[in-house]
């Protein structure tokens, strides 16, 4: 009988690029995982540091090696591991992120026993001298929902069940670069591939001036809004200039300019009812999703936070057309513009 080759449960891939700094961190955050059962596939792409000397100084069989005789980019890198891994689920990882030792274990857990979900992300602490907890919603309708303003899944955090992938042919696209994370997992959603996120953080991610989404601010931007409109173009919505305008505003939660809240709530507005003929999102999750857009705009761009804070708090989940606050909503909004026009 010919011998069996082993395959791993697990492999979690990252890629590396003159990454020599915190290299070491990052790797040795994978193999003292508590759970063993993986492959730790790196591609070092073309580094012109020691990071090719630091992996190969390692001995664990665990590491399996590939190098890029050139830097091709982080997206054809992501799509080589994806192609060369054989194995159950593929968990990501970044060189200059540390995974939490019971982060392996309890994303296999998970997926384990809920064979339903085919992308399982975690929260992470974010460092950068003081710390911070960036928390995503934990359920596949609200991780939807929220998908139309912004990522609701950490990268560097994912495992993802490969036969989901495979079936699909799911790879990363060139044409979202570094934001090719964001429309990799709309594409996976609406596909009927289902989402999580553990309410846990497993992995401290690293926020320093050399990375990638600071350097190219720009260009992640610019693409954000590229796949804000792919999504809406789901919808059903085509929007006009003033439209992307106000939906991005709402994305980032804040305003300068107090007569975009009533334009936001018209917006929502649409938004809701192109969705109750489309019927793409859960109507629940899509009506917490926007009221809370919209009551995050209203409280953090102008002086009269804390009476919209009131009057959202008397009904803990209004939508942007709640019949039952239609009259206090008008009040606070015409004094809001009120206020706007003083202060110009």
């Known amino acids: 009988m010919p ?58 069989s665990r590491i399996r090696i590939i190098e890029n005789k050139i830097n091709i980019g982080l997206i054809k890198s992501l799509n080589k591991g994806l192609k060369l891994a054989k194995s159950k689920y593929i968990a990501r990882m970044d060189a200059d992120d540390i995974s939490m030792p019971l982060r392996l274990e309890k994303q296999v857990a998970l997926m384990d026993s809920h064979p339903e979900i085919g992308v399982c992300g975690t929260w992470v602490e974010a460092f950068y001298g003081e710390t911070s907890i960036w928390e995503k919603p934990r359920e596949h309708d609200s991780i939807f929902a929220g998908m139309l303003f912004d990522n609701m899944v950490n990268h560097p955090t994912v495992i993802i069940r490969m036969d989901a992938v495979s079936a699909l042919k799911a790879y990363y696209e060139d044409a979202y670069i570094h934001a090719e994370d964001y429309e990799y997992w709309i594409r996976l959603l609406l596909s009927g591939v289902r989402f999580t996120n553990i309410g846990e953080a497993l992995l401290r991610h690293r926020v320093h001036e050399e990375k990638v989404s600071i350097v190219y601010n720009a260009i992640l931007m610019k693409n954000t809004e590229k796949i804000r409109l792919k999504l809406l173009a789901y919808l059903g919505i085509n929007p006009e200039e ?43 999750a899509l009506e917490w999703e926007l009221s809370q857009r ?31 606050l239609r009259q206090k909503v008008k009040f606070f909004l015409k004094s809001m513009l009120s206020v706007g026009e003083k202060n110009r």
């Open 3 to 60: 011998e069996q080759i082993y395959t791993p449960k697990v492999t979690v891939l990252m890629s590396v690029y003159n990454g020599e700094k915190y290299l070491p961190e990052a790797v040795d955050s994978i193999l003292n995982q508590t759970f063993e059962d993986f492959q730790f596939l790196i591609i070092d792409d073309g580094s012109t540091d020691s990071s090719l000397e630091i992996l190969r100084f390692y001995n664990d």
């Open 242 to 284: 003033e439209e992307v305008l106000v939906h991005n505003i709402i994305a980032n939660r804040r305003t300068s300019d107090i007569k975009h809240i009533e334009r936001a709530a018209i917006w929502l507005n649409k938004i809701k009812e192109a969705n109750n003929k489309k019927k793409v999102f859960s109507e629940p």
């Open 294 to 324: 919209w009551f995050e705009l209203c409280y953090n761009s102008c002086a009269l936070g804390p009476i919209v804070w009131q009057v959202f708090n008397q009904n803990p989940n209004p939508g942007p057309i709640d019949l039952n």
